[in-house]
Each structure stands twice: as C-alpha cells, then as structure tokens.
Nanobody
Framework: QVQLVESGGGLVQPGESLTLSCTSS????????VGWFRQVPGKEREGISC???????HYSDSVKGRFSISRDSDKNTVTLRIDTLRAEDHGTYYC????????????????????WGQGTQVTVPT
C-alpha cells in the first residue's frame, strides 16, 4: 500500500503561521503530482492546492495569498505553509498523490488523486 504521511498539525492561534509536511518512505514525491485537501466534519473534502512535478502550483480561491505549497526534494517532502491562520482554516489536512499536471481543476478535485495520507488535524480557536 502506498504510504503518505502528513505532519505539522496542531492547535494554532488565529494570525499565526503553520507548516504542514507530506512525505513518503516508499517513493520519491518529486515524481508525482501532490495535492493538499482539507475536510471538516459534515462537509466534503475540499481541494486546497497542488504542485506538479515541474513545480507549477495552483490554489483554491479561498486560500490564495495565504497558503504556499513547495517541494523539498532533498527531504522528499511537500510542504503547505499557512500564513495568518483563520478559524475557517481548521480541519483535517490530507496530502495525496496523483499523476496529472497540476491545474486549477486538478487542485480542486479528489478524482485526480489515487493515494492518500491519514491526515493531520489543524485546530484554530475562534
């Protein structure tokens, strides 16, 4: 089973920053499309961002300007930095692996991803 592992979540105060990480011990992330999704109870999983193998990235309109996705090939990691956290940023964040080219459509739809991590929880108190 393909394994992706997210980390970096926790309880964060509004206005602070947070960096989530996605890594794998089984394959090289820089050979694949990687996406980040967020889910809160009772709602569908929401596409946040994706990054292509070439480094091109897209973001959902709700997070543009505050979220930044990047690769660290040396660490085999894809990170999602969240600046100026808001209460609405809370949820479980999942990273996922796919084989498409990142675009606005690919960032938004879980259909393009075939392997998922277990998620990391981000809590932002109101």
């Amino acid at each position: 089973q393909v394994q992706l592992v997210e980390s970096g979540g926790g309880l964060v105060q509004p206005g602070e920053s947070l960096t989530l990480s996605c890594t794998s011990s089984e394959f090289m992330l820089d050979r694949y499309l990687v996406g980040w999704f967020r889910q809160v109870p009772g709602k569908e999983r929401e596409g946040i961002s994706c990054i292509s193998t070439a480094g091109g990235a897209h973001y959902s309109d709700s997070v543009k300007g505050r979220f930044s996705i990047s690769r660290d090939s040396d660490k085999n990691t894809v990170t999602l930095r969240i600046d100026t956290l808001r209460a609405e940023d809370h949820g479980t964040y999942y990273c996922a692996r796919g084989s498409s080219v990142c675009s606005a459509v690919v960032a938004a739809r879980s259909y393009f991803y075939h392997h998922w991590g277990q998620g990391t929880q981000v809590t932002v108190p109101t």
